[in-house]
Nanobody, 118 residues
């Protein structure tokens, strides 16, 4: 059974930083799957933030380019999202996702709350 566990969320002021982590199990997930971070703000649909493929291709949403950095540690089976220069509009629940197939991700974490106050 695939399990994704996010951590690192919290409350920060405008301009602050946070680093999210997502530990994936079982281990084969990291080598086999594209990984991603999504977020869902109150009253809005879930949206992609950043993706990282097994081959090293990375994408970012325009709203976070230059501020967020996605990375993966294949030894620790952990996906990270370093979030810098946070804004109030970044407030959302952030989700880790794995294994893109058939137009969707097959596995999701439980989410971690990020709150940015201005």
């Amino acid at each position: 059974q695939v399990r994704l566990v996010e951590s690192g969320g919290g409350s920060v002021e405008d301009g602050g930083s946070l680093k999210l982590s997502c530990v994936a199990s079982p281990e084969y997930i990291f080598g086999a799957c594209e990984m991603a971070w999504y977020r869902q703000a109150p009253g809005k649909e879930r949206e992609p933030v950043s993706t990282s493929t097994q081959g090293g291709t990375i994408t970012y949403a325009d709203s976070v380019k230059g501020r967020f950095i996605i990375s993966r540690d294949d030894v620790k089976n952990t996906l990270y999202l370093q979030m810098n220069r946070l804004k109030s509009e970044d407030t959302a629940v952030y989700y880790c996702a794995a294994c893109w197939e058939g137009g969707k991700y097959n596995h999701w974490g439980q989410g971690t709350q990020v709150s940015v106050s201005s």
